[in-house]
């Protein structure tokens, strides 16, 4: 079992201030894989004290020697890629093959994305008689999810390396442990000490720390809606820059002309890869009403040669959603689901058939949803799909809208 109980700070594994611990919990088997320490306001202090030290020296940096450091993070990062695919298929549950995909490689292509924009980005301009220049901001608090984890944080820090900026990542609670093989990529690349450090700890606490501190000139946060407001909220009396991605309950509108079967299967996949965990995953299918039992059975069929297992398993093409909580909010859903009257076409509440252990979920379809109903409204974050009907093209647009974007208390 890996001790990850220390956070990266000033260039080097540190103890914590605090004695809060949490176990890192595999979704897949229930079982403890790792123990982190929770953070306090202390370690972020410490964190961003470094990280501000930093940015004295690092902001005067030119671009060509950020550029150099981003492609020696590269060379890093390349030979452990499947270390890091392993590590998160444990830590979050994606299928191993979406891991060796996408979830793991995504970071070389955001650090390669920054090669290339560094490479040609104009930090002065002169416009007329004035000379415009790109300064980076300061230190930067990052506040990242679960569900894409390297994606997540990669996208956050090459950015904010390229600019000159010093960063404090907090990564998510429940899966730290590709953030911590990261920081190692970092330190192994000769990322200056205090330009890049990390603080495990909960949002609460770790996260509304960095974004309330006044040392902190901007906060990027990924995460929920929920906790971007807090976030929002935190930030504001130190008047900083705040940039966010918030839920999603993307709306995939099939038009009464589409290969309707075709479109429907690419939707559910679509909608039930990563185990349905992805902000943009296309999680309402609006379908004219007339083709609605179309619709239905093209996706039942679709649900049903969806395999929900062991990530490590070929042939699995979903895993576990990531957390226990993960699993009472979607089970709790799909059960409203069912209490609204909508009608449910695959899947439904409980485990898979023949899986006792572990936070798997049926892959769920519900059909003749309406657009007041819960599960049309609120983001479920797992492997449930809802079919609406609508009657022609300017309702379906209307219908699009029905979900609400924004920050429902209740
Ligand atoms: P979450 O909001 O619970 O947690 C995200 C991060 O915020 C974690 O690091 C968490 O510790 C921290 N956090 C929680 N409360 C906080 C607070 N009060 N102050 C500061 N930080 C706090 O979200 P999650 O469950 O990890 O991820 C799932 C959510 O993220 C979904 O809603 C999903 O749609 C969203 N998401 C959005 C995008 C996007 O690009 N729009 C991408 C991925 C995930």
């Given amino acids: 079992m890996k001790d990850c109980r220390q956070f990266y700070i000033d260039g080097a594994w540190v103890h914590p201030a605090g004695v809060d611990e949490l176990p890192v919990i595999n979704p897949a088997t229930e079982e403890r894989i790792a123990t982190i320490s929770l953070g306090t306001a202390k370690d972020v202090d410490k964190a961003v004290a470094a990280a501000k030290r930093a940015f004295e020296s690092y902001s005067e940096t030119g671009p060509d020697s950020r550029l150099a450091l981003l492609q020696r993070i590269i060379e890093v990062y390349q030979p452990r890629v499947g270390d890091l695919a392993e590590t998160i298929s444990r830590e979050m549950g994606a299928p ?233 909010k979607v089970q709790r859903l799909i059960k409203k689901g069912i209490e609204e009257g909508a009608e449910l076409v695959a899947g439904g509440a409980g485990r898979p058939d023949g899986i006792s252990k572990g936070y798997f979920v049926k892959p769920t379809v519900f059909a003749g949803v309406r657009g007041e109903m819960t599960i049309a409204r609120e983001e479920i974050f797992g492997p449930v799909l809802s079919i609406i009907p609508y009657e022609d093209e300017d309702d379906a647009v209307t219908s699009r809208m029905t979900a609400p974007m924004g920050y429902r208390a209740t």
Avoid at 111 to 120: A, F, I, K, Q, T
Avoid at 227 to 244: C, E
Avoid at 298 to 317: C, M
């Fill in 96 to 328: 191993i093959w979406l891991s060796r995909a996408a979830q793991a490689p995504v970071g070389l292509r955001h650090l390669s994305e920054m090669v290339r924009v560094l490479g040609s980005f104009k930090f002065e301009e002169l416009k007329g008689s004035t000379l415009l220049r790109k300064e980076p901001i300061g230190v930067c608090g990052l506040i990242t999810p679960w569900n894409w984890p390297m994606n997540q944080i990669v996208c956050k820090v090459a950015p904010a390396l390229a600019a000159g900026c010093t960063m404090v990542l907090k990564p998510s609670e429940i899966a730290p442990l590709s953030a911590y093989l990261f920081t190692e990529i970092l330190h192994e690349a000769g990322v200056p000490a205090g330009v890049f450090n990390m603080v495990n700890g909960d949002g609460p606490t770790v996260g509304s720390a960095i974004a309330s501190h006044p040392d902190v000139a901007m906060v990027s946060f990924t995460g929920s809606t929920r906790a971007g407001v807090a976030v929002a909220s935190a930030a504001a009396p130190t008047v900083k820059r705040v940039t966010q991605e918030l839920g999603g309950k993307s709306a995939n509108i099939i038009l009464d002309d589409a290969d309707l079967e075709k479109a429907v299967k690419e939707g559910v996949h679509g909608c039930f890869l990563n185990t349905g965990q992805s902000c943009d995953a296309p999680t309402r299918i609006l379908v004219p009403r007339s083709k609605m039992t179309q619709a239905a059975a093209a996706a039942r069929q679709a649900a049903a040669a969806t395999k929900a297992g062991d990530p490590f398993t070929k042939g699995t093409n979903i895993g576990p959603v990531a957390s226990a909580a993960q699993f009472e």
